[in-house]
């Protein structure tokens, strides 16, 4: 669900499409461990919970 309504925003303000198909897999958590972008945005997650 996260993943669709971020596309269809990012398609709002005009994103591309490889750009938004890329976002989308990582609020998927694709390639969790391969992709280092991946790990940052589940790191900030644990650390905002945390606070």
């Known amino acids: 669900m996260h993943g669709e309504?971020?596309?269809e925003t990012m398609r709002d303000t005009?994103?591309?499409e490889d750009m938004?198909?890329?976002v989308q897999a990582?609020?998927?958590?694709?390639k969790l461990?391969?992709?280092?972008e991946s790990q940052i945005l589940e790191d900030?997650?644990?650390l905002v919970f945390l606070q």
């Open 14 to 16: 005009g994103d591309n």
């Open 44 to 46: 900030v997650v644990g």
């Open 26 to 30: 990582l609020l998927r958590k694709e």
């Open 33 to 36: 461990k391969a992709n280092p």
């Open 20 to 22: 938004i198909a890329y």
């Open 5 to 7: 309504v971020t596309g």
